[in-house]
Structure formats: structure tokens, C-alpha cells
């Protein structure tokens, strides 16, 4: 890089130098902006992080992500809140009729993480039969890695016909062999799940 005599900028490029494994960061201030992270494709390694709280408004549809080349995601909280999660509603995918933020994980990633983020006041409704699961984060998984670090549900109310959680309502192939699902420093607090035929858990 250098300044000519009339303080122009010009960017020389030097053909010796190579990237390879690079992140891609994304902000996220507003909810529309939430919701289109929730629901990309992801071919490259990822961190999405709020700068805000974002009160979510009305319904909350689908959200599905998914990856190719096994992409890693992480989705920073970055220490705030989301709030107003409300979804009476299921979605089927990964045959399984499906709610919360992020209705379901495709089998794509490697790995992904979330972080540093509360979800707080989330209301779930779930009446998808024997198929239903619900879960504040993710209401089902399809063969991924999945970590919680320092993550936090407040006030939820869920009511789901088969499967719920806190955190997640359904984890399919999780075993020592197939996928993990981690928790570190995650707490449920003030919260009421119920399930209209079993399967529930914080």
C-alpha cells in the first residue's frame, strides 16, 4: 500500500500470499437480520454474533440451517438477550414436526455452537403428535455436533405433544460413535416444560 503525490491510496497485491480456513463474520442487529442468519446456507466457517438485544414480534416461523463441506457455525450471543420467541406452530422437517429458534439443524456442519446468548420469555406450542419436538435453541438435530457454552433460558413455557427441552427438544444420532450434544455452563431458570406424552427435560 502507498500514497502518490496527490495522497491517493493504491492497493498493490502481492502474489505470494494464500488464505486458507477463513472465517466469516456476520452482526446481527435487528431481527430480520436474526432471522435470515437462522435460515442461510452455509458453505464456509461462520461466526454470526449480536450486537443488541432483539425482541422478536408475532409469530416465528421456520428456521432451518444448513451447510455444505462441513461448515463449523458458531452463533455468538455476545452477552445479550433475545426475547419474545413465540411459536405455536410445527414445522416438519428432518421428519419431525419441529419448533423453537432454530427449528431444525441439517446434517451438513461439523459443528455448531452457541454461545454466550439468553433467550428469555420464549412461549412454544407444539401438537405434532408422536413426531413433535420442541426446544427453546433447536427443536431437533439431524446427525450434528452440537455445543451450548454459557447459554441461558429464562421464563420459557413449552407445550409440546412428544419431545422437549430447554435447550433442545430432539437429538437424532447422538451416541459415543455418531454426534455430541455439550453443555457448559448453561442454566434453565423459571421455566415450565410439559409434554402431553413423555419425553421432556431442561
Known amino acids: 500500500v502507498y500514497r502518490d503525490d496527490n ?11 494464500t488464505f486458507s480456513n477463513v472465517s466469516i463474520a456476520q452482526a446481527i442487529c435487528t431481527a430480520e437480520q436474526l432471522s435470515a442468519a437462522l435460515n442461510a446456507t452455509y458453505n464456509s466457517d461462520t461466526t454470526i454474533k449480536l450486537i443488541n438485544d432483539i425482541t422478536l414480534s408475532g409469530e416465528w416461523g421456520a428456521h432451518m440451517l444448513k451447510a455444505t463441506n462441513s ?38 456442519f461439523s459443528s455448531v455452537t452457541f454461545k454466550n446468548l439468553t433467550v ?28 451450548f457454552d454459557s447459554c441461558t433460558v429464562i421464563g420459557a413455557k413449552i407445550n409440546s405433544y412428544k419431545y422437549a427441552g430447554g435447550f433442545i427438544g430432539y437429538a437424532q ?30
Do not use: H, Q, R
Not at 7 to 17: L, Q, R
Open 7 to 17: 495522497n491517493k491510496t493504491t492497493f498493490v497485491p502481492d502474489s505470494t500470499n
Open 71 to 108: 461448515a463449523a457455525l458458531i452463533i455468538d450471543g455476545n452477552g445479550k438477550t433475545i426475547k419474545g420467541l413465540t411459536s405455536t406452530k410445527y414445522y416438519k422437517v428432518n421428519g419431525f414436526n419441529s419448533n423453537g429458534l432454530v427449528t431444525s439443524i441439517g446434517a451438513g
Open 120 to 147: 428469555s420469555g420464549a412461549k412454544l406450542e407444539n401438537k405434532g403428535g408422536d413426531i413433535a419436538a420442541s426446544g427453546v435453541f433447536v427443536g431437533d438435530t439431524n446427525t450434528v455436533n452440537v455445543t
Open 173 to 202: 444420532d447422538v451416541n459415543d460413535t455418531k454426534k455430541t450434544i455439550k453443555f457448559t455452563n448453561c442454566v434453565v431458570n423459571n421455566s415450565e416444560i410439559n409434554t402431553t406424552d413423555s419425553s421432556v427435560g431442561g
